[in-house]
Nanobody, 124 residues
């Protein structure tokens, strides 16, 4: 199973980006339990900015205080791509964004995976 984050880029303050997290290698029968998005800046640890859990078809999302009201994580669906919508971006949102997922497959059970990051730069 592999996760790959993409969709980053350079955007002006106040702009928007939608990041995608593509999940592959699962086979046709799998379940996504949890999707988290982390942000990392040079010299800092990865910071959890948004996460969503699927429990009995209910999706429960959580956000870091710094992004509440501006970022929206997509509900966990049956597809292979999950999203993070980022609006009203600020320079302090700059960083490398990673997706992390707990994915269940018949062969491995539930396992945590990290995707490669995508750079987001907010600057005028």
């Amino acid at each position: 199973v592999q996760l790959q984050a993409y969709g980053g880029g350079l955007v002006q303050p106040g702009g928007s980006l939608r990041l995608s997290c593509a999940i592959s290698g699962t086979g046709s029968f799998f379940r996504i339990n949890i999707i988290n998005w982390y942000r990392q800046t040079p010299g800092s640890e990865r910071e959890l900015v948004a996460g969503i859990t699927s429990r009995d078809s209910a999706n429960s999302a959580k956000y870091a205080d710094s992004v509440k009201g501006r970022f929206t994580i997509s509900s966990i669906n049956d597809g292979n791509t999950q999203y993070l919508q980022m609006d009203s971006l600020k320079p302090e949102d700059t960083g490398v964004y990673y997706c992390q997922g707990s994915v269940w497959t018949p062969c491995l059970g539930s396992v945590w995976y990290w995707g490669q990051g995508t750079q987001v730069t907010v600057s005028s």
